[in-house]
């Protein structure tokens, strides 16, 4: 089922209270606020299952004034690794950047899914950049049925951009060097890690908000204004 815009409240997350995911909590709603640094970057960052914090941090990134048609959000998504053919884990996280602020919204534990969220999604006035963030969205869509509208996936754009196409399997790490010139660190035991933790740890946390950072800088580098 895909959701649409179309009604008001919020909508009940069909994985949350899952059995088949033992992590869940059924207790509190969770906000944590703490500094991200990431080079000479201090980034506010939320992480939470609230959907009021949620609507806020979407209201106040709504509000920021840009000189083009859009304002670039940077994108991305963590789940549980996929131990087994078979298995199928939905996301856990989606990350957003912008304007030095960053929200890891834990969708994974969230009892219902923000009707702010799924409007925020499919704003004609956002452009969300991410690397493989095409596989992203649809990913987004067949676990909780949330649309992404305009999303640019910035290596794609570059090899376009600079007709070379190898850019078009460069990773976060090769494009963040070339374009930014940001080393940044991608550390395996972080990407494979429990992503369906309650509490997520700083590492993890660092990780997260670091992804939605490099991809806001790189859409911010790489996009033209016609383009937004």
Known sequence: MVITAADD????NRHYGNPLNPQNPT?????????????????????TTSS???????ADTLSI??????????????WNPNTTTAARNPIATIQFYTDERCMIFQI??????????VRFLINPYVTFV???????VIKLREDYGLNVSGVIDVREFAAEELNEKELKNAGIKTMSLRFLGLEIE???????????RVCLTPEQVQYACVDAFISYELGNCLIGPEYL
């Not at 207790?27 to 992480?47: G, K, L, M, Q």
């Not at 009021?52 to 979407?58: A, C, E, M, R």
Request: net charge neutral; proline share 7%.
């Open 108 to 117: 994974l534990h969230a009892p219902f899914i923000p009707r702010s969220l």
């Open 65 to 78: 004034p840009s000189p083009f048609h859009s304002i670039i959000v940077g994108f991305d998504v963590e």
């Open 130 to 136: 991410g690397i493989g963030i095409v596989d992203d």
């Open 52 to 58: 009021l914090k949620l609507d806020s941090w979407i």
């Open 9 to 12: 409240g919020d909508i009940l």
């Open 27 to 47: 207790t509190a709603i969770s906000i944590r606020e703490c500094d991200v640094i990431v080079h000479s970057h201090t980034i506010r960052t939320v992480v």
């Open 186 to 196: 991608k550390p395996k035991r972080v990407s494979r890690s429990r992503w369906d």
